[in-house]
DNA sequence: GTTCCCATGTAACCCGTTACATGATTTT
DNA sequence: AAAATCATGTAACGGGTTACATGGGAAC
């Protein structure tokens, strides 16, 4: 059996189905923006799968030339490659995400460092978060404008990163507060 | 300069020097059960963490036989992995974690699944959850018992998954309530 | 006239994963 | 007799990252 796809290749592809004629560098926009937030794709890894798309004939690229701004490659997907986004969608998905966070890490040995460190961390978390929720926020207002089933998509997933962003900003309050009662230092 | 080692090595680190006297199979134990939540490490990982560990000198093994089970190492952390560790808390931490779900990508592209399909997923993800809450409660409790720091510590980073995976529970909820009013669907 | 936006790449690295191997002892 | 626990590894792979290169047009 041919080892099967990483699924960055179908984030890719679904970006591609979601947004039709986009270039890479729009593709690459779109996806700090919107998708950041429970698939993150960096630019190199991005332009990378395109092009992985392109040779498995999942998508069609044309050249579109500029007239101030550089010629750019658009991409739309082939039948072959919506075909292969509903088989891979239909398909069971792992329930079982990853989580990696330096800071929270750090906070696991909370108590090899200095009171005031941890308050400094707590601090840097907490911004952290709100710029998070704020985008968030601002994303699904503008999601919400639009009424099409791709953006409420869209829209629940941002909302799903927009109540971990919550959650963890009350946690914060929370473990302060915990502090404050000389329960952390 | 040396490029930076990962953060795992400290966090392996970190973990030795919280359970000192440990062998790689009860440090991988001890892993899964209250690091995974926000660092999660593979046993291959762990293990070739440890001798990179021992190859710095910020570890030191022991070999201990036993009765009825093969003879295991223990570590402990040396005084220059002690000073490692402090100098790598000291450090200002990355406020920004990774958050991969291939679940929730699934869901960003589903207007193009069936329905039914979507409640599936969504049932298995309260389901994960679900299972991910009790864990971290369970953990919580124990952790409470104790009063050491080092446990209150772990204890806030176990909260910060309670928190975290009970936002997504209501996240769930909420979705589905969207949907039974016929605004997903 | 420097800096920002468009636009697409190359190169190199290595972290983390999965799958598998081994073998003794203890429990079911 | 089979399965689980203890205990430590090897091998191979590739996905994702960071850093860097390039270059024209537009904005300030």
Known sequence: VPTPLPDSTYAVLGLVDKLPRSSGY???AVARRS???CWPISQTLLYRELERLDQLGWVE???????????KRVYQVSE?????????????????GTFRSGLILRFFFAYRMDPRHVRELLDGYR????????????????????????????????????????????WADEVEAADGEGNLA
């Open 26 to 28: 729009e593709l690459v």
């Open 35 to 37: 998708l950041a937030h």
């Open 61 to 71: 690229a044309t050249r579109v030339e500029q007239v101030h701004a550089p010629s």
């Open 80 to 96: 072959a490659g919506a075909r292969a986004l509903t088989e891979w969608l239909a398909q069971a998905a792992p329930t079982t």
């Open 127 to 170: 911004r952290a978060l709100h710029a998070q929720r704020d985008e968030l926020i601002a994303l699904i207002h503008k999601l919400e404008a639009m009424t099409t089933p791709e953006s409420r998509a869209g829209r629940m997933t941002a909302l799903h990163g927009l109540r971990t962003a919550e959650a963890r900003l009350l």
